[in-house]
């Protein structure tokens, strides 16, 4: 079966840095994504990976060992709109896509 | 820019009733989702298609059916409500493209009294 785990939540302060760890035990590994999702909101992408290493996107970053089966994003400069929750979704055989329970992530002044 | 639609987004239904949660995407995906979403537990994938009339089980199937008779269109299927199914129902497209993102519906929130 499929098991990813996150932080469930976890508090920063403005302009901080965040690190928002998952790890990851599929059969099959296809990919990992990244998704914010605000409070009453749907979804929505912010990274993927797919071969070891960090891809950058402005003050979001998101980092992959496939060996570990371990992630992590980081959030930068954090601001108030950061508050949110993050969920990490590993892309096993297929198209299947399997979500983490989300970490939600408070910004605080 | 994507948008998938869902055509309630609050519900309440009654035990017993059978539940039609309808989803439409209109940028040509092959892939079609439906997730629900409870706290704790996250999002969990129900059914997914990956074709027109194609349709494959999910994680948590049970006491639900899908339908995908147009590329644009997958429905959701409760054919008898029962409180254990009160939650947010996520639908969700895709490219057939490993790296495609899912785009997702803004939710139905489902109760079940």
């Known amino acids: 079966g499929q098991n990813i785990d996150q932080p469930t939540e976890m508090t920063a302060t403005e302009g901080a840095i965040v690190q928002i760890n998952c790890t990851y035990q599929t059969s099959g590994f296809n990919g990992l994504f990244w998704y914010q999702q605000h409070a009453g909101e749907a979804p929505t992408f912010l990274s993927y990976n797919v071969l070891d290493g960090l891809e950058e996107k402005g003050r979001f970053s998101s980092f992959l060992s496939r060996s570990k089966g371990y992630s992590y994003l980081l959030l930068k400069e954090l601001q108030m709109k950061d508050s949110a929750s993050y969920l990490c979704a590993v892309k096993a055989a297929g198209n299947k896509l399997t979500f983490g329970g989300g970490t939600r992530v408070l910004v605080k002044p | 820019d994507v948008k998938v639609t869902q055509s309630s987004r609050y519900l309440v239904k009654r035990t017993g009733e059978k539940v039609f949660l309808e989803c439409v995407q209109d940028?040509?995906?092959?892939?079609m989702f439906w997730y629900r979403q409870d706290p704790g537990l996250g999002l969990r994938l129900i059914y997914f298609s990956y074709d027109v009339k194609m349709k494959e089980k999910g994680d948590i199937p049970e006491g639900y059916s899908v339908s995908r008779e147009k590329k644009e269109r997958f429905s959701l299927i409760l054919e008898s409500a029962s409180t254990n199914q009160t939650s947010m129902y996520l639908c969700?497209?895709?490219?057939?493209?490993?790296?495609?993102?899912?785009?997702f519906g803004n939710g139905t929130r489902l109760t079940v009294t």
């Open positions: 969700a497209s895709s490219l057939e493209v490993e790296n495609s993102p899912l785009h």
């Open positions: 940028m040509d995906h092959e892939n």
